[in-house]
């Protein structure tokens, strides 16, 4: 893919994101720079809904700003911790989203595959717990490499972390898809909140959050071509490249 065109679909995300409520004024998006690469395009630190394509910038492996001079965000350290630890994920989603907080701070009660748009949280773990490696004076963010290596030796081989008292960070093979998966975990932790206040929800077997993570990864475009409709955004000739 051309650069031009993976910097755009970053914006694009971005105020996505924040036209779906997942990101407010903080949180954030990345992608690889290209399949291989361990640099990854992202935004300098802003709010994800007012991104364009001249603010999304080239971090190296370590999650420093290659195009030099600009403000970085200062949890790129999770994305730059995920992409080397995982050579399946091109892209990150990092999210303080309401609706799934609540998920990462009450220990007994776990975020599980609830519907079938959610099949993807079927191995969930118990939220990251930064205390264990910032002690209990730290301000939970991940903002150093260490931590960043930390959360994603947390995350494992899943699609979503919860990060306690935080907030939750999702991978996807693509961009749409991680962009799908932190909008989903948003709806997915509105349904199961609701169903917990009428009964006790029966999840999804493993075989059937599995099929149907399988069957949404089919489904990816149709969202992200409704969700671009619905953005106030038109970049220009010679940002679309
Ligand atoms: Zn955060």
């Given at each position: 893919m051309e650069i031009s065109l993976a910097r755009l679909e970053v914006a694009q995300a971005s105020r996505i994101?924040?036209?779906?409520?997942?990101?407010?004024?903080?949180?954030?998006?990345?992608?690889?720079?290209?399949?291989?690469?361990?640099?990854?395009?992202?935004?300098?630190?802003?709010a994800p809904g007012l991104?364009?394509?001249?603010d999304v910038l080239v971090h190296n492996a370590e999650g420093e700003i290659a195009d030099g001079g600009a403000n970085p965000f200062l949890?790129?350290?999770i994305h730059a911790g995920i992409y080397r630890a995982r050579s399946d994920v091109q892209a990150i989603v990092h999210s303080h989203c309401p609706?799934?907080?609540?998920?990462?701070?009450?220990?007994?009660?776990?975020?599980?595959?609830i519907c079938h748009t959610c099949g993807f949280l079927n191995t969930l773990g118990i939220p990251f717990e930064i205390s264990q490696f910032s002690g209990d004076s730290?301000?939970?963010?991940?903002?150093?490499?260490?931590?960043?290596?930390?959360?994603?030796?947390?995350?494992?081989a899943d699609a979503v972390v919860l990060m306690r008292g935080h907030g939750f960070t999702t991978v996807g093979a693509s961009l749409q898809e991680a962009v799908f998966r932190a909008i989903y975990t948003g709806l997915a932790a509105q349904v199961q909140?609701?169903?917990?206040?009428?009964?006790?929800?029966?999840?999804?077997?493993?075989?059937?959050?599995?099929?149907?993570?399988?069957?949404?990864?089919?489904?990816m475009s149709r969202a992200w071509e409704l969700w671009l409709t619905q953005l106030n955004y038109s970049p220009t000739a010679a940002e679309k490249g």
């Open positions: 994101l924040y036209a779906q409520g997942v990101l407010d004024a903080f949180g954030h998006v990345s992608r690889r720079c290209t399949a291989e690469s361990g640099a990854f395009l992202m935004s300098r630190s802003m991104v364009e394509v001249a949890e790129r350290f609706s799934v907080l609540p998920f990462a701070m009450v220990p007994e009660v776990r975020l599980r595959s730290s301000n939970l963010l991940i903002s150093n490499g260490g931590l960043g290596d930390a959360l994603a030796r947390h995350l494992g909140m609701a169903a917990m206040q009428i009964g006790q929800p029966r999840y999804l077997s493993a075989g059937e959050a599995e099929a149907c993570d399988r069957t949404t990864a089919g489904q």
